[in-house]
């Protein structure tokens, strides 16, 4: 049943997938050969499931939440207003690898810098949630409201981490069942930036 113990799930695979492509932004970094097409594929997962279905259910819960009055309507619109940012930045990533599949000469800094830039920001985004939005929705909707948000929200399986995922995601299914990585955000001091990095 849809609630906030598949939320949580949820953020748990989207960081799994931010700790791949931290690990493939650093090798960029260091001048070496990343696997571009790994990258994309993260991003291509992000924006096509989680921006689509995970993202919405929580708006849905959210606004069920403000029309209740027990959260500001101002708060519903600030996460709305993220999910829509972390979608159109993650789409901007998406645009700038596939380029750089394309074109050999596609500067390997900027794909490295626009990677972890929508790693950190989507890690904040989750983080926000997790402190502020989730514990608050498992206080107030009861079970007959998460059905009520299934229903509306229709999800299809999972393309990744469902029981039959997409032959298209299956080196990147391989990359996480080898690697399994808890990531953190941590802080360049050096520029006040944000990357995400594996431990």
Known sequence: MLDVTQLRQ???QMRRLLGILA???????QGADADLALMADVLRYLTEYPDRYHHPVEDLALWRLA???SLPRSAAEELDFEHRAVRHHGG???????????DALAPRAWIAMAAEQYAAALNAHMTHEER???????????????????RASARP??????ER????????????AERRPAVRAR?????GSASLSEE
């Open 132 to 150: 502020d939005l989730l514990p608050l929705l498992e206080e107030a909707l009861s079970p007959a409201d998460w059905e009520e948000i299934a």
């Open 23 to 29: 690990r493939e932004a650093a090798t960029l970094r």
């Open 165 to 176: 995922a997409e032959s298209r995601f299956g080196r990147l299914r391989a990359s996480i």
């Open 10 to 12: 949820g953020h748990h």
């Open 67 to 69: 029309e209740r009055g």
């Open 92 to 102: 901007q990533v998406l645009q700038l690898l596939e380029r750089g599949l394309a």
């Open 187 to 191: 802080w360049r001091s050096a520029d």
């Open 157 to 162: 399986a999972d393309p990744l981490f469902g």
